[in-house]
């Protein structure tokens, strides 16, 4: 409630010729400076017309009264708290009319409406502050009505708080259906990148047996029937080098012995320790060695192709028994190399 400042230490009550001594008023609200002695130039108060103090304490009543009342009601149960005002009889004919003050008369009942002052004088003081859609639901208090606002606004805020986390939650279960779906589809990319490379896997696989397949028309076994005795690498003291150059087919003298692939002879005839060999040089410039054959059936600078027979197993040169001796020589080179997988990777199977 805002404060009032003090009234001014004059008389404001009404002016009265007649001479006969009239009370003295003391003030209603004295202040520190208002009852201090008076020192120093003195003024003589002005005699005006006693409504300012008369409307500051009736005013000061009114708000009094009104909050006493809702405190009342508020409280409940409570006494009333008892209120003493001022004997105002003296200035009370001096006061104007109610109507005739600006921004109060339109706020009073000229009288007309009978429903309207019944109903101003029924309602109390203590329903100050009630709506009028408050007075519908029957709070009636200013204690009720306030208990009625809290609570409203407490299921305001718990409806807030409420939207907020189902905000949140719907968030959260759309962030968690996001990453489901990105993880499904990630293991769909990741079956479909293996079926995919599975596919090309057997699709080399495939074109490389047609290769193979392809390869091994083109490429043929020298000996038909056979039975492989020696392999490359293999260490004995009946080589010079130490250990076995070639790949040995025992066969019986005699069987005959076939051009492995397509090429030239650049040599057949007796070579030492080899017997009698024959050298099929292909297209490539791989050398191809048939050693310790019993009689030759090519010449030098001789075409063959591909099964074309060029000599028979024999027991020639440094040999233990019949057999055919093949070494194979890349690019023409001295040193061989092993004729197992050269031969698998022709297609053949040795």
Same mark, same amino acid.
């Given at each position: 409630?805002?404060?009032?400042?003090?009234?001014?230490?004059f008389?404001?009550g009404?002016? %009265? %010729?007649?001479?006969?001594?009239?009370?003295t008023?003391e003030?209603w609200?004295?202040?520190?400076?208002s009852i201090?002695?008076?020192r120093?130039?003195h003024r003589?108060? /002005?005699?005006?017309?006693g409504?300012?103090?008369?409307s500051?304490?009736l005013?000061?009543?009114?708000v009094?009264?009104?909050?006493?009342?809702?405190?009342?009601?508020?409280?409940g149960?409570?006494?009333p708290?008892?209120?003493?005002?001022?004997?105002?009889?003296?200035?009370k004919d001096?006061?104007?009319?109610?109507?005739?003050l600006?921004?109060?008369?339109?706020?009073?009942s %000229?009288?007309?409406d009978?429903d309207s002052?019944?109903g101003?004088?029924?309602? *109390?003081?203590s329903g100050a502050?009630?709506?009028?859609?408050?007075a519908?639901?029957?709070?009636?208090?200013a204690g009720?009505?306030?208990?009625? /606002?809290?609570m409203?606004?407490?299921?305001?805020q718990?409806d807030?708080a409420d939207?907020t986390a189902?905000?949140?939650?719907?968030?959260?279960?759309?962030?968690q259906?996001?990453?489901e779906?990105?993880?499904?589809q990630?293991v769909a990319?990741?079956?479909?990148?293996?079926?995919?490379?599975k596919a090309?896997a057997?699709a080399?696989r495939k074109a490389?047996?047609?290769?193979?397949?392809?390869?091994?028309k083109?490429?043929?076994?020298?000996v038909?029937s056979?039975t492989?005795?020696g392999?490359f690498?293999?260490p004995g003291?009946?080589?010079?080098?130490?250990?076995?150059?070639?790949l040995?087919?025992?066969?019986?003298?005699g069987?005959p012995i076939r051009a492995?692939?397509s090429?030239?002879i650049t040599e057949?005839?007796?070579?030492?320790?080899?017997?009698?060999r024959?050298?099929?040089?292909?297209d %490539?410039g791989?050398e191809?060695w048939?050693?310790h054959?019993?009689?030759l059936?090519?010449?030098?600078?001789?075409?063959?192709?591909t099964g074309?027979v060029?000599? /028979?197993?024999?027991?020639?040169?440094?040999?233990t028994?019949?057999?055919?001796?093949?070494?194979v020589? *890349?690019d023409g080179?001295s040193t061989?190399?092993d004729?197992? *997988?050269?031969?698998r990777?022709?297609?053949?199977?040795?």
């Open positions: 409630m805002a404060s009032n400042r003090p009234a001014p230490n008389f404001y009404p002016e %009265d %010729d007649s001479g006969v001594e009239q009370e008023w003030e609200n004295p202040t520190e400076e201090a002695p008076v120093g130039r003589t108060a /002005r005699r005006r017309g409504f300012a103090r008369s500051t304490v005013g000061v009543g009114v009094a009264a009104v909050g006493a009342g809702g405190i009342a009601t508020a409280q149960g409570k006494p708290v008892h209120i003493s005002m001022p004997d105002l009889s003296a200035v001096s006061l104007p009319e109610a109507k005739s600006p921004g109060v008369g339109s706020l009073i %000229d009288g007309s009978s002052d019944s101003a004088t029924a309602s *109390p003081l502050g009630v709506t009028q859609a408050e519908a639901d029957g709070q009636t208090g009720e009505a306030l208990r009625a /606002r809290i409203q606004q407490a299921e305001t718990q807030a939207a189902k905000q949140a939650a719907e968030e959260a279960a759309a962030k259906a996001a990453a779906a990105e993880a499904k990630d990319k990741a079956k479909e990148l293996a079926a995919k490379k090309e057997e080399r490389e047996a047609e290769r193979l397949a392809k390869l091994a083109s490429f043929k076994l020298p038909a056979y492989v005795t392999t690498g293999q003291s009946m080589w010079s080098s130490g250990y076995h150059t070639g040995d087919f025992a066969a019986s003298t069987t492995i692939h090429g030239t057949a005839g007796w070579a030492g320790a080899y017997g009698y024959t050298i099929l040089t292909l %490539d791989t191809l048939f050693c054959q019993s009689s059936n090519v010449s030098a600078g001789q075409k063959v192709s074309d060029i000599g /028979r197993v024999g027991a020639t040169g440094n040999v028994g019949p057999h055919l001796h093949l070494e020589h *890349p080179q061989g190399v004729p197992a *997988p050269w031969l990777d022709k297609g053949l199977t040795p």
